[in-house]
């Protein structure tokens, strides 16, 4: 027996610490645990129509697939192919340089190759050689084909919900193939077998129904706000009063309702309370919120164009409904996406309402002429630039702010500057972090696209790492306490990622800081800021 | 001739010999990319494991500071803690470093003394490296739950459904 005792040294070397070499089409998915997201409840599923409602287990062997499930796909492959130009381009012309590979977030984090951009995209190609062209018929897996099997299947729903759609990936693309589109298009086939998962299913069910993510019904979403009010009322002695669904206005207000229920979110909603409190009071500036259109986010536009056109026309349609002249949108990501990108073709022109104006300054937002839909750090830009604002920034004197480039608003519509422009005038301390992590190179959040669940936070994490990365080397190098943002999913988001790496920061809306340095007419001394902390030298008087 | 001096001097080696192996424990297109891109911002993975190592191979010299092994080991612990990794092969590669230092200097004289005095330092590290792990893992779970609790606590108090909100609190 003792002869046969390996040596401690003889133990150690003949552990192989190496995964195998495999093809990628040889490695067999590993649905793990904190990597996924649960599926959608059935009920969701069957309220808005699509097909296969059922409840079901990612982790379980059968998925309860209709019979007919790869005519399905093959078939809606088949139909988008002829119908989106783009994806039949997207399909055939990536020459696989490798130039997007490293750039995914969740690449880098999780250091899964099939995260890199290509990898995920080539999941969906081999199936388009082997089903649509005729080099993949012939050659088969010598051109780079495979058959659709469960297992392929399956992969595919693993992977497609380890992308947040944020787009970092096509900035890189020589081509200019939108891997984030790709990502939508296969989202948008695995629907037609029923494979949502549920924060993506039931948000949309309950904004399709109710208007908002949470289903917030029309009296409790004014409750809410109410709320609002009477925090606003003891920190500045003001008492405001918000107009819902008010016919005639001149702008309708939407937001993301994570605004309104979520933390820090919520501050930030009071920071619009009190912005447009202060140009009613001065300006008579005339601004409704909808209990109907009580969302900006649109988690159609993670289940297909046809659920996202949906969701959207509900906003245009309560403008039309108010009579508004034009619609000012709120610190939201993905809804600016959609806005911008896919509005005007699904439910525009928007021609029943006017080129905004902003009728304090008289800015014409040229930028918004089709869609009429104005992005709240441009008209607060435009505020600041023309003066007509009164603002004591020493008020955000404690907060060493750093700002994250929402991917939608940076990417999906190229708004670098006027955020920082309205947080470097009502706050002293501002650092950005370093180029290749910012603007247009700004790396996600690690939870969009509706992956801000909880069951999946090691993906969220992993896919976190590489913002929270940057905050953290701002954070060494300037003391950066504060990480300022214009988007629902952010706020909801980054204080999580922030307290796995970095947690002496904490995250804030753009509107939260305008507000705290605003001078409402006729406020009392303030001695706190929103969040109920002491404002710089008032630590005293707080107490 | 002790081990230690040539320890110092022979760091670069050890540490690139050390790294390759942590690297290759990523699967080999991800290795490729660890290694090969410099950038601490586009390469966070591989700059956070090059760090903690270097820093550890000091420690390693110099003696173990509890705490500065701590602060070594943590970015590559919380970084391997939620990736695709076993407890086992998150914290596994803090052995390696015996079968290094073996290959490079146990040829030494007098080498078996001052090797048994490091192993015991590897092994203080691995046990370090097994707490910064499970805080991690901790910190993952008090992080859902936290989402969680805050989601159905804050709804229910501003439903109104949570009168007295101190005491709801700690029910």
């Given amino acids: 027996m003792a002869d046969e005792t390996p040596k401690p040294s003889e133990l150690l070397s003949n552990i192989d610490y190496r995964p195998p070499a495999k093809q990628w089409m040889d490695v067999p998915v590993n649905i793990r645990k904190g990597m996924y997201c649960y599926a959608a409840n059935p009920k969701s599923v069957e309220y808005l129509g699509l097909p296969n409602a059922r409840a079901w287990n990612p982790t379980d062997e059968d998925w309860k697939l209709p019979e007919n499930w790869q005519q399905i796909l093959h078939e809606g492959f088949k139909e988008r192919l002829e119908k989106f130009r783009s994806i039949k381009v997207f399909m055939d012309i990536c020459v696989r340089c490798g130039a997007c590979a490293d750039k995914c ?69 020589p081509y200019g193939i939108d891997t984030a589109e790709i990502t939508m298009f296969g989202r948008e086939l695995i629907n037609l077998l029923g494979l949502n998962i ?54 309708l207000f939407i937001t993301p309702s994570g605004d309104v229920f979520a933390d820090p979110g919520t501050y930030t909603c009071m920071g619009y309370l009190m912005l447009f409190h202060f140009l009613k009071e001065k300006y008579g500036l005339d601004v409704t919120w909808s209990t109907y259109a009580s969302e900006g986010g649109n988690f159609g536009s993670f289940t297909s164009h046809e659920v996202m056109k949906r969701l959207n026309a509900k906003m245009y349609l309560e403008a039309r409904r108010l009579g508004v002249k034009w619609i000012l949108g709120g610190e939201c990501g993905h809804m600016w996406r959609v806005i911008n990108q896919y509005m005007d073709t699904m439910n525009g022109p928007a021609d029943f309402l006017e080129v905004p104006v902003n009728p304090i ?183 | 001739m002790s081990v230690m001096a040539p320890l110092g001097s022979q760091k670069e080696a050890i540490l690139g010999r050390w790294l390759a192996r942590v690297i290759d424990t990523y699967p080999p297109e991800t290795a490729r990319f660890l290694r090969s891109q410099k950038d601490p911002f586009a390469n966070p993975v591989g700059h956070a494991t090059r760090q903690s190592l270097t820093a550890l191979i000091d420690l390693l010299v110099a003696g173990l500071d509890e705490a500065a092994a701590r602060a070594a080991l943590d970015p590559v612990i919380r970084v391997r803690a939620i990736q695709a990794f076993s407890p086992a092969q998150a914290v596994g590669f803090v052995f390696d470093l015996k079968v290094i230092l073996r290959e490079t200097l146990g040829t030494l004289p007098k080498a078996a003394d001052e090797l048994s005095l490091l192993d015991g330092r590897i092994d203080r590290l691995a046990l370090i490296a097994f707490d910064i792990y499970m805080q991690c893992r901790e910190k993952i779970y008090e992080l859902k739950a936290n989402e969680m609790k805050n989601t159905t606590y804050k709804a229910f108090a501003r439903a109104g459904l949570i009168k007295d909100q101190d005491q709801g609190a700690g029910q």
């Fill in chain 1, 361 to 543: 300054t008289g800015t014409r937002f040229e930028n918004a002429a089709s869609t009429k839909m104005v992005h709240i750090a441009e008209f607060t830009a435009d505020l600041i630039k023309h003066g007509k604002l009164d603002l004591k920034p020493e008020r955000n004197d404690n907060k060493i702010l750093t700002f994250h480039d929402s991917c939608n608003p940076a990417r999906g519509m190229g708004m670098f500057d006027e955020p920082r422009y309205v947080i470097q005038n009502v706050a002293n301390h501002f650092y950005d972090m370093p180029a290749n992590t910012i603007r247009e190179q700004t790396f996600c959040c690690g939870s969009g696209s509706g992956l801000n669940a909880g069951e999946n936070m090691e993906e969220r994490m992993a896919g976190g790492l590489p913002r929270a990365n940057a905050v953290k080397y701002v954070h060494e190098k300037h003391g950066v306490n504060m990480l300022a943002c214009v988007c629902a999913i952010d706020r909801a988001a980054l204080p999580t990622s922030m307290a796995y790496w970095v947690p002496e920061v904490q995250v804030t809306g753009m509107t939260e800081l305008v507000a705290n340095a605003l001078v409402l007419p006729g406020e009392q001394e303030r001695t706190t800021d929103l969040r109920g902390e002491p404002l710089p030298g008032m630590e005293e008087a707080d107490e």
């Fill in chain 1, 198 to 251: 549920d924060w993506i299913a039931t948000p949309v069910a309950n904004c399709y129904r109710t208007g908002n993510h949470l289903g917030i019904q029309p009296h409790a979403f004014k409750d809410m706000i109410d709320f609002f009010v009477d925090d606003i009322e003891e920190i500045t002695g003001v008492r405001m009063e918000p107009n819902f669904n008010k016919k005639g206005a001149d702008i």
């Fill in chain 1, 105 to 173: 977030h969740f690449f880098i984090g999780t250091g899964d190759p099939k995260n890199m951009p290509v990898l995920r995209a080539e999941l969906l190609r081999s199936v388009y050689r082997n089903d649509f062209t005729l080099m993949g018929k012939l050659l088969g897996r010598f051109a780079g084909a495979r058959p659709m099997t469960i297992d392929v299947l399956k992969e595919w729903w693993y992977y497609l919900f380890q992308c947040t759609e944020c787009r970092r990936c096509s900035l890189y693309c």
